[in-house]
T-cell receptor, first 116, second 115 residues
Framework: GAGVSQSPSNKVTEKGKDVELRCDPISGHTALYWYRQSLGQGLEFLIYFQGNSAPDKSGLPSDRFSAERTGGSVSTLTIQRTQQEDSAVYLC??????????????FGPGTRLTVT | AQSVAQPEDQVNVAEGNPLTVKCTYSVSGNPYLFWYVQYPNRGLQFLLKYITGDNLVKGSYGFEAEFNKSQTSFHLKKPSALVSDSALYFCAVRVLTSGTYKYIFGTGTRLKVLA
C-alpha cells in the first residue's frame, strides 16, 4: 500500500516568504506527527495530531509555525516569514494510534527547505 | 530531564563482522524504546521496539536490540554486518511530559560498513 507522502520534496525560498509543506499520511492512521531534522541534529518534535483531539503544539519553535490537519487526513505545515535558521528537512510521520499506544511511526521522505 | 543519547556519531565496521550501535536513555517510569534507520535520500524506517517482556528484541533486516534496565541502555546489534546496512540509525524513547506523551529521538549514529 501507499506510504506517507510529502510535497514538495525540495523547496527553496527567500527569507521573509511564507511556505506550506504538505503531508499525506497512510490511510487509516489516526496519529500524525511533524518533525524537523537539521544537519547533525536528531529529530526535533514540532506538532502532533491524534484523531479529533486538539493538537499538541508544544514543539513549535515560534508563532511563525502553524499546522492544520483537515478531515483527519492531510496535514499542512506553514512557516510564515521564513528565516535562514528554518532551513532543515521537515519530516512527517503517521501511526495507527497515538502516544498512549506504542505503535511505531511511518515516516515520509521529507521536504528539504532551504531559506536563502 | 528525560533524554536519549547516542554517544557515537559514526561507527565503522567491516562487512561480516558484528556491529553494535549504542543508545542510552533517561526516563521516568518504564521506557518504550525504538530504533529507526534512515537510508540515503529516504525517510526513516522502523526497525524494532521494546515495550515489555523479553529483553532481547528482534526486528527487521536481522537486527536485534537488548534492553538493559540496570544500564539504561538499548543497544542495536547485528551478528554479521552487510554493506547495505550503511545508513543513519536513530534511537527513540517515548516519554511522559506534563501529562503528554512525546517521542524523543537521539542525534543519530552513522553506520558505515566497509567491504
Amino acid at each position: 500500500g501507499a506510504g506517507v507522502s510529502q510535497s514538495p520534496s525540495n523547496k527553496v525560498t527567500e527569507k521573509g516568504k511564507d511556505v506550506e509543506l504538505r503531508c499525506d499520511p497512510i490511510s487509516g492512521h489516526t496519529a500524525l506527527y511533524w518533525y524537523r531534522q537539521s544537519l547533525g541534529q536528531g529529530l526535533e518534535f514540532l506538532i502532533y495530531f491524534q484523531g479529533n483531539s486538539a493538537p499538541d503544539k508544544s514543539g513549535l519553535p515560534s508563532d511563525r509555525f502553524s499546522a492544520e490537519r483537515t478531515g483527519g487526513s492531510v496535514s499542512t505545515l506553514t512557516i510564515q516569514r521564513t528565516q535562514q535558521e528554518d532551513s532543515a528537512v521537515y519530516l512527517c510521520a503517521s501511526s495507527l494510534g497515538g502516544y498512549g499506544i506504542s505503535y511505531e511511526q511511518y515516516f515520509g521522505p521529507g521536504t528539504r527547505l532551504t531559506v536563502t | 530531564a528525560q533524554s536519549v543519547a547516542q554517544p557515537e556519531d559514526q561507527v565503522n565496521v567491516a562487512e561480516g563482522n558484528p556491529l553494535t550501535v549504542k543508545c542510552t536513555y533517561s526516563v521516568s517510569g518504564n521506557p518504550y524504546l525504538f530504533w529507526y534507520v534512515q537510508y540515503p535520500n529516504r525517510g526513516l524506517q522502523f526497525l524494532l521496539k521494546y515495550i515489555t517482556g523479553d529483553n532481547l528484541v528482534k526486528g527487521s533486516y536481522g537486527f536485534e536490540a537488548e534492553f538493559n534496565k540496570s544500564q539504561t541502555s538499548f543497544h542495536l546489534k547485528k551478528p554479521s554486518a552487510l554493506v547495505s546496512d550503511s545508513a543513519l540509525y536513530f534511537c527513540a524513547v517515548r516519554v511522559l511530559t506534563s501529562g503528554t506523551y512525546k517521542y524523543i529521538f537521539g542525534t543519530g549514529t552513522r553506520l558505515k560498513v566497509l567491504a
